[in-house]
Each structure stands twice: as structure tokens, then as C-alpha cells.
């Protein structure tokens, strides 16, 4: 039997426009080993302005771990200074912000259409379900399981051979807006899935035998929203009684371990629950679509990027779940796929991939905390997959 998982993956996506230009921010890695080093960046993080990219917030750094995070280019003399009076070692990822998302929006030279390789902005994707289906009528159907705060359609796409009873795999991406990765790796895998059926053993079998869901971006205001005003947005953009800050962090809106853990209840922080379990018109959509098929859907997977995480339940807390045996064999199988597969994956989405996979190899296991339950799956010198069962994505 499948299990329930939940699949985190790949990569640093990119961007333009809004007025923004990123000219001299840079992004930091650095080492913490104890609470000492924790204090130091909870202190930095309340005077300068600092983004979160590795774990999504300060109040979720462990000792023996890396911290990712943006700094605004006035800040980064202060930083800087910070981290070398206390010790603190770290590296430079990203020596200036604005080159790394200049050369990944080269679709500004593309006037129109979709295209595989490169990042779609909504319209693009929402025309791309319409006719990916309509293409491919003996394989996709699409349908509209709710709108969103500001009423756009949430598209679904059922990718299978027709079929009564089949079980079903739901795979969502675009929960976090700046992630673009997400949404590309959900418009590939259909595009797999109809290229190869009928040819590839493998995957006709899967289409014949599974349903997939796929739900090619949840939070589509978001991702509207990087497109238009600002690349680094990451929650929805709902607006909240009482507070100017706009947008919930769509995974930890769910009724499950709701708030608690790696969950923040300040409406103006990434990681904001909301006012309540599913307040957010995507999420209720979504977990309603899930109870209404709950019969048939026999695995989630949700797709995120930063790191090279594949995580799995629970993800509100650090209890292993009663079937974490059968997950540990599963992610072992799907890790070692992921490695062998990697290098057939398409430029220039791949490059992206290799280049922030070299840098997860940096973080060797021994330097995980032991509390994030890690298993390193490294057979690839130059590649490695972190399995964990904490909060991360
Ligand atoms: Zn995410």
C-alpha cells in the first residue's frame, strides 16, 4: 500500500519587474552550533532586514544547522560585521541577488506561449491546463475546485487512463508563490506523463493503474503576485481584520497540528497560520476536494523548493507516524530514483538543480540536529537528498 508523503524538492527560482532590483543583496549561509549563534541571528533578524530562504523563520534555527537567508544590500555591512565579531561561520551564496534573478527571467525575451523550460506566468499556465486537456482528451480532464481571495479559478487536473475505482495520487504545486520550481515541476510531469504513455512501461502502467491529481498552483495570487510586484512573496494574499499585513502561509493553514509547531500566529510574519484552521479560500478548496475523494487518493505529495528535502508526516510535529517503517523504505527507493534520474532533467531548469544540489552537499549529516530525524541518501559524490521528518519547506 502507498503511504501518505510528502515531497519537498529543488531549487532557487528567479525573476524581474515591480520596481525591484535586488542590485547588492546578497544571501548567506551561515554555521550555527549552539543557542549563542541562534541569538546572535534572532538579533540581526529584529534590527536589520533579514529573509528567511533555510528554515522559513528564525524561530525555527536549530544548533548543528545552516541558516539560509537574504540580506538587503544597506544591511550587508552590518550583517557582515555581526557575524565576524561573534564568530560565526558562514559563506556567501549569492554575492548579488540581482544577476542570479536577471538570468533566471529570461522568459522576457519570449512574447508569448508556454513553454516547459521556462517559468510561465499564470496566464500562461491557466491556458496551458485548458489545452493540455483538450490535447489529450483519453488521458486529462480539467476541473475548478474553488477560487481564490481574489477570485481566480483553482485548476485541477485528473491525468489517468479512464477507469472505475482506480486509486488516486494527489500532487499539488505553487503553495508558496516564490517557489517557481514548484509549478514547473508540475506542468513537466504531465507533459511526461502524456509524452510517454503508451511507449514507457512504466508510466502507461501508473496511467492505467492511478489517477493523478494534479494541482498545477494553489496559491495563484501569490504567484501572480511575484510575477507583478514582488519575486520573494510567499503566502497567499488574503487581507486579515486588524492588521496591515497581508497573507497567509498556505501549508500551515490546515486543520492538522494547526499553529503549533513552526507556526507562527503574528499576521505579518512568512510562516502566519491564519486566523483559523482553512481561513483561506485555496486551502479550504483543497482540503474539501481531499475529504470528498478521500476514498480513492492513496498518497499526497506536495512540491516546494529550497533544499533538498524529502519530507514526510508529521510535519506539526517530530512523533515518527505509525507507518514510518513502510515511509522510510518507500523515500529510500524514491531518493536513489531522484539521484539516477537527475541528469536527464532539462536544461536550463537543471543547471538551477545541480547548482543548489553541489550546495546541499555542504551540509554534510553530522552537522544535522539529531531531533530532525535525517537520513542522507549520498550515493553521488556530488549529489544529496536529505530525508527528514521535520518542518522545513
Ligand atoms: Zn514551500
Same mark, same amino acid.
Given at each position: 500500500?502507498?503511504?501518505?508523503?510528502?515531497?519537498?524538492?529543488?531549487?532557487?527560482?528567479?525573476?524581474?519587474? !515591480?520596481?525591484?532590483?535586488? *542590485? !547588492? *543583496?546578497?544571501?548567506?549561509?551561515?554555521?550555527?552550533?549552539?543557542?549563542?549563534?541562534?541569538?546572535?541571528?534572532?538579533?540581526?533578524?529584529?534590527?536589520?532586514?533579514?529573509?528567511?530562504?533555510?528554515?522559513?523563520?528564525?524561530?525555527?534555527?536549530?544548533?548543528? #544547522?545552516?541558516?539560509?537567508?537574504?540580506?538587503?544590500?544597506?544591511?550587508?555591512?552590518?550583517?557582515?560585521?555581526?557575524?565576524? @565579531?561573534? *564568530?560565526?561561520?558562514?559563506?556567501?551564496?549569492?554575492?548579488?541577488? &540581482?544577476?542570479?534573478?536577471?538570468?533566471?527571467?529570461?522568459?522576457?525575451?519570449?512574447?508569448? !506561449?508556454?513553454?516547459?523550460?521556462?517559468?510561465?506566468?499564470?496566464?500562461?499556465?491557466?491556458?496551458?491546463?485548458?489545452?493540455?486537456?483538450?490535447?489529450?482528451?483519453?488521458?486529462?480532464?480539467? #476541473?475548478?475546485?474553488?477560487?481564490?481571495?481574489? !477570485? &481566480?479559478?483553482?485548476?485541477?487536473?485528473?491525468?489517468?487512463?479512464?477507469?472505475?475505482?482506480?486509486?488516486?495520487?494527489?500532487?499539488?504545486?505553487?503553495?508558496?508563490? &516564490?517557489?517557481?520550481?514548484?509549478?514547473?515541476?508540475? @506542468?513537466?510531469?504531465?507533459?511526461?506523463?502524456?509524452?510517454?504513455?503508451?511507449?514507457?512501461?512504466?508510466?502507461?502502467?501508473?496511467?492505467?493503474?492511478?489517477?493523478?491529481?494534479?494541482?498545477?498552483?494553489?496559491?495563484?495570487?501569490?504567484?501572480?503576485?511575484?510575477?507583478?510586484?514582488?519575486?520573494?512573496?510567499?503566502?497567499?494574499?488574503?487581507?486579515?481584520?486588524?492588521?496591515?499585513?497581508?497573507?497567509?502561509?498556505?501549508?500551515?493553514?490546515?486543520?492538522?497540528?494547526?499553529? %503549533?509547531?513552526?507556526?507562527? &500566529?503574528?499576521?505579518?510574519?512568512?510562516?502566519?497560520?491564519?486566523?483559523?484552521?482553512? #481561513?483561506?479560500? *485555496?486551502?479550504?478548496?483543497?482540503?474539501?476536494?481531499?475529504?470528498?475523494?478521500?476514498?480513492?487518493?492513496?498518497?499526497?505529495?506536495?512540491?516546494?523548493?529550497?533544499?533538498?528535502?524529502?519530507?514526510?508526516?508529521?510535519?506539526?510535529?517530530? %512523533?515518527?507516524?505509525?507507518?514510518?517503517?513502510?515511509?522510510?523504505?518507500?523515500?529510500?527507493?524514491?531518493?536513489?530514483?531522484?539521484?539516477?534520474?537527475?541528469?536527464?532533467?532539462?536544461?536550463?531548469?537543471?543547471?538551477?538543480? @545541480?547548482?543548489?544540489?553541489?550546495?546541499?552537499?555542504?551540509?554534510?549529516?553530522?552537522?544535522?540536529?539529531?531531533?530532525?530525524?535525517?537520513?542522507?541518501?549520498?550515493?553521488?559524490?556530488?549529489? #544529496?537528498?536529505?530525508?527528514?521528518?521535520?518542518?522545513?519547506?
Amino acid at each position: 500500500m502507498l503511504a501518505p508523503l510528502v515531497l519537498a524538492t529543488v531549487a532557487l527560482a528567479s525573476a524581474h519587474h !515591480g520596481g525591484e532590483h535586488f *542590485e !547588492g *543583496e546578497k544571501v548567506f549561509r551561515v554555521n550555527v552550533e549552539d543557542e549563542n549563534h541562534i541569538n546572535v541571528i534572532r538579533n540581526l533578524a529584529s534590527t536589520t532586514q533579514i529573509d528567511f530562504w533555510k528554515p522559513d523563520s528564525v524561530t525555527q534555527i536549530k544548533p548543528h #544547522s545552516t541558516v539560509d537567508f537574504r540580506v538587503k544590500a544597506e544591511d550587508i555591512v552590518t550583517v557582515e560585521n555581526v557575524l565576524k @565579531q561573534n *564568530e560565526l561561520q558562514h559563506e556567501v551564496l549569492i554575492s548579488n541577488l &540581482r544577476n542570479v534573478v536577471e538570468a533566471q527571467f529570461d522568459s522576457r525575451v519570449r512574447a508569448t !506561449g508556454h513553454s516547459y523550460e521556462k517559468y510561465n506566468k499564470w496566464e500562461t499556465i491557466e491556458a496551458w491546463t485548458q489545452q493540455v486537456a483538450t490535447e489529450n482528451p483519453a488521458l486529462i480532464s480539467r #476541473s475548478v475546485i474553488g477560487t481564490t481571495f481574489e !477570485g &481566480r479559478d483553482i485548476y485541477l487536473l485528473k491525468v489517468g487512463k479512464a477507469g472505475q475505482n482506480k486509486p488516486a495520487i494527489f500532487i499539488d504545486c505553487g503553495f508558496h508563490a &516564490r517557489e517557481w520550481i514548484s509549478p514547473a515541476f508540475c @506542468q513537466w510531469f504531465v507533459r511526461e506523463a502524456v509524452r510517454t504513455y503508451g511507449s514507457e512501461i512504466q508510466i502507461t502502467e501508473l496511467l492505467n493503474k492511478f489517477d493523478f491529481y494534479i494541482l498545477p498552483v494553489l496559491n495563484i495570487d501569490g504567484y501572480v503576485y511575484t510575477w507583478t510586484k514582488s519575486r520573494f512573496w510567499r503566502k497567499t494574499r488574503s487581507t486579515h481584520a486588524g492588521s496591515s499585513c497581508v497573507g497567509t502561509d498556505p501549508n500551515r493553514n490546515f486543520d492538522a497540528g494547526w499553529c %503549533k509547531t513552526g507556526a507562527s &500566529r503574528n499576521p505579518c510574519d512568512e510562516t502566519y497560520c491564519g486566523p483559523a484552521a482553512e #481561513s483561506e479560500k *485555496e486551502t479550504k478548496a483543497l482540503a474539501d476536494f481531499i475529504r470528498n475523494n478521500l476514498s480513492s487518493i492513496k498518497a499526497y505529495l506536495t512540491i516546494h523548493s529550497y533544499s533538498q528535502m524529502l519530507i514526510y508526516p508529521y510535519s506539526y510535529a517530530y %512523533k515518527l507516524g505509525e507507518n514510518n517503517d513502510e515511509l522510510i523504505l518507500l523515500l529510500g527507493a524514491l531518493t536513489t530514483g531522484l539521484m539516477t534520474k537527475e541528469s536527464d532533467m532539462p536544461s536550463p531548469l537543471n543547471s538551477e538543480i @545541480q547548482a543548489d544540489m553541489a550546495l546541499s552537499f555542504q551540509n554534510p549529516r553530522s552537522r544535522l540536529p539529531a531531533r530532525r530525524r535525517c537520513w542522507q541518501s549520498s550515493t553521488l559524490p556530488a549529489m #544529496s537528498w536529505n530525508t527528514c521528518t521535520s518542518r522545513e519547506s
